[in-house]
Nanobody
Framework: QVHLVESGGGLVQPGGSLKLSCAASGFIFSRYAMNWFRQAPGKKREVVAT????????NYADSVKGRFTISRDNAKSTVFLQMNNLKPEDTAVYYC???????????????WGQGTQVTVSS
């Protein structure tokens, strides 16, 4: 079974930093791109950052460019999201996500972690 478990959320003041982690299991982690999403109250879930399977390529939402950094440790099957200069509008539940191939088919199934709350407030 695929499992994604996020950790590292919490309450932080504006301008502060947090580092989220997502531990993956149940699939060959190094073969898959990984994503971080977030969902604020009353808003749609949005992609925040993406990293390629090997870590060489990353992509960010415009709202977090220059402040957030996605990285991964394939030896530990873990993906990270370093968040700096946090703003109140970054307050959301953050989820890691992977789309994993279903057996030897050409289909991919989306998997999500349970989410971790990030609250930016003074």
């Amino acid at each position: 079974q695929v499992h994604l478990v996020e950790s590292g959320g919490g309450l932080v003041q504006p301008g502060g930093s947090l580092k989220l982690s997502c531990a993956a299991s149940g699939f060959i982690f190094s073969r898959y791109a990984m994503n971080w999403f977030r969902q604020a109250p009353g808003k749609k879930r949005e992609v925040v950052a993406t990293i390629s399977h090997g870590g060489a390529a990353t992509n960010y939402a415009d709202s977090v460019k220059g402040r957030f950094t996605i990285s991964r440790d394939n030896a530990k099957s873990t993906v990270f999201l370093q968040m700096n200069n946090l703003k109140p509008e970054d307050t959301a539940v953050y989820y890691c996500q992977a789309s994993v191939q279903r057996g030897s088919t050409s289909s991919y199934d989306p998997y999500w972690g349970q989410g971790t709350q990030v609250t930016v407030s003074s």
